[in-house]
């Protein structure tokens, strides 16, 4: 192979593991590349540069997203400026994909903070009810070692913040892949972006919007979040509070239907009323999701208490033969086994933040089968 044609098929295939998120790093995938393609060593000429690699994953997405990536380019950057704004006194700057328009599905919301204190970046979070996690990553280059601060944000997008000292607002950061300085915009300079590009669309309309139509996975966690602090009668629930109780009803119902989503919400979500009124939490469960779940979802937690009437043979005949009467009731056995099943001392169960982050997947995953 002649070393341009070499140079386009490495391209291509460290885009194509990029894409589909078998790689996360350009040089990794530059290097399984070179290696799947070639027997013995590639002369360094003849790789394929980190912006040539970049233009091949946006060809990718352009083949497999159509359409629907530019939408998605439209709404992330819509969600940045909220989130910009929300944190606004920490200087935070857009950078990446978002903002040079280069995004693929599974893309993340890039921001530079600016801020001499984690936590009063997120008390922003704290205040809104908004999960996050924070993380601190060391990287190792040109032996130094450096240690960097994340803020995850969970929204309808991924987010990484990206701490940094206040005394760094002015400082030049370059790109890991083109080598020069990063392109980045405050939030002035994102509101002229969104004008210049989307003039059909009123920005404060549909910020306002955005925000009187909440993110339903950012609502389940900020009801779920206070059920720790809900206890429960020993003799019937000895693993302790609700939230723990409901992380293990969903392990459970995770094992066994790990891809219907709205089985696993009704698991979840099945005693959220408990934290609003405890002598009626299915009602208040239920109200409190109006317009969230689906139907499905809503007849399954509507229905649990009386699935536990069927195990110990006090329901009556009519109502039992309602239930059966629903093309749900094999799901509403097995949810309430598994109800009953979470309730063990001292089970390790999966962190709520993950149990949310798994929910937000399962479209992912869904798409990228289709594939």
């Known amino acids: 192979m002649n070393p341009s044609k070499l140079r386009r098929a490495i391209a291509h295939e460290a885009a194509r593991l990029l894409y589909l998120h078998e790689e996360s790093e350009y040089y990794r995938a530059k290097q399984k590349a070179s290696r799947r393609l070639c027997q013995g060593w590639v002369k360094p000429a003849d790789l394929p540069t980190n912006s040539e690699i970049r233009d091949a994953v946006q060809s990718f997405a352009r083949m497999h997203e159509g359409p ?4 998605a380019l439209r709404d992330m950057r819509l969600t940045a400026l909220r989130v910009m704004r929300l944190i606004g006194k920490f200087h935070p700057k857009l950078i990446g994909s978002v ?6 599905q599974g893309s993340d919301i890039d921001i530079h903070v600016f801020s001499d204190s984690i936590e009063a970046v997120a008390a922003c979070f704290d205040d809104e009810c908004i999960p996050y996690e924070i993380e601190r990553k060391q990287v190792r280059k040109d032996g130094v070692h450096t240690t960097y601060t994340h803020i995850h944000v969970r929204e309808s997008y991924c987010i990484e913040l990206t701490i940094y000292k206040e005394n760094m607002r002015s400082y030049g950061f370059k790109s890991s892949i083109t080598g ?5 915009a405050s939030m002035h300079e994102l509101e002229e972006l969104l004008k210049r590009e989307y003039p059909e669309i009123d920005t404060e309309r549909t910020l306002s919007e955005m925000n009187e139509t909440p993110d339903p996975y950012q609502v389940f966690y900020s009801l779920l979040l206070p059920l720790e602090n809900v206890k429960q009668h020993p003799k019937y629930h000895p693993e302790g509070d609700v939230l723990y109780h409901s ?5 459970l119902a995770c094992d066994a239907m790990p891809y219907d989503e709205e089985f696993l919400l009704a ?5 959220i009323g408990k934290g609003i009124d405890s002598t009626a939490h299915v009602e208040s469960g239920l109200e409190a999701l109006e317009g969230l779940i689906t139907e499905r979802t809503q007849w399954l937690i509507a229905n649990h208490m009386e699935a536990h009437k069927i195990f110990d043979g006090t329901i009556g005949s009519r109502a039992h033969r309602r239930l059966r009467e629903n093309e749900s009731y094999q799901d509403l056995l097995l949810l309430s086994e598994c109800d009953r099943g979470g309730r063990v001392p001292g089970a390790v169960t999966t962190e709520l933040e993950e149990v949310i982050d798994y929910l937000r997947s399962l479209g992912d995953e869904s798409w990228s089968r289709n594939l």
């Open 68 to 71: 629907d990536r530019l939408d």
């Open 99 to 104: 903002l040079t328009g280069h995004v693929r």
């Open 180 to 184: 020069k300085l990063i392109e980045r």
């Open 267 to 271: 698991a979840l979500l099945h005693d």
């Open 247 to 251: 992380l293990q009803v969903f392990d």
